[in-house]
């Protein structure tokens, strides 16, 4: 199951992300917002973030208008490695790599196009399990 979250500005980009989830087959909980009415990000993107770590959901895909504030926010919980992508290599590279269990997306940043090929390539790549990147996983983890 994929968390969602986001905030007024994420709104939009959460509702065209559900579609491509409900089309591809992946089960979702959302998380709020639940309309474009001016709210804070920290309340949405803890909740998301908070399903990821305590093993409710899979994965996590947060969103607001940068992408900067949700992720700062989903990362402040513990087990949480959310990266911020603007791009679908850098979302497949987080998860190779970083084994990045929450997306962040910026909805101003990102035109719809691509913030889909951002989530597909997330949720499609899986962790190499190299030793080297468990390694450096390791150590983000006693930071």
Not at 71 to 82: F, L
Not at 113 to 121: D, F, G, M, W
Request: glycine share 12%; net charge negative.
């Amino acid at each position: 199951m994929i968390a969602l979250g986001s905030d007024h500005g994420g709104y939009d980009l959460k509702q065209e992300i559900k579609k491509y989830l409900e089309g591809a087959g992946y089960a979702y909980r959302d998380f709020g917002c639940d309309d474009k009415s001016s709210c804070d990000y920290p309340v949405y993107g803890r909740a998301a973030a908070e399903a990821v770590a305590d093993g409710t959901c899979e994965k996590g895909i947060v969103i607001c208008t940068t992408g900067i504030g949700i992720s700062i926010t989903a990362n402040k919980v513990p087990g949480i490695r959310c990266a911020l992508c603007a791009d679908s290599t850098s979302a497949r590279l987080t998860r190779l790599h970083n084994n990045a269990n929450v997306l962040a997306l910026g909805a101003g940043i990102v035109g719809s196009n691509l913030a889909l090929e951002i989530v597909k390539n997330f949720l499609e790549t899986e962790f190499s399990g190299e030793e080297r990147h468990q390694r450096r996983i390791d150590l983000i983890e006693k930071a």
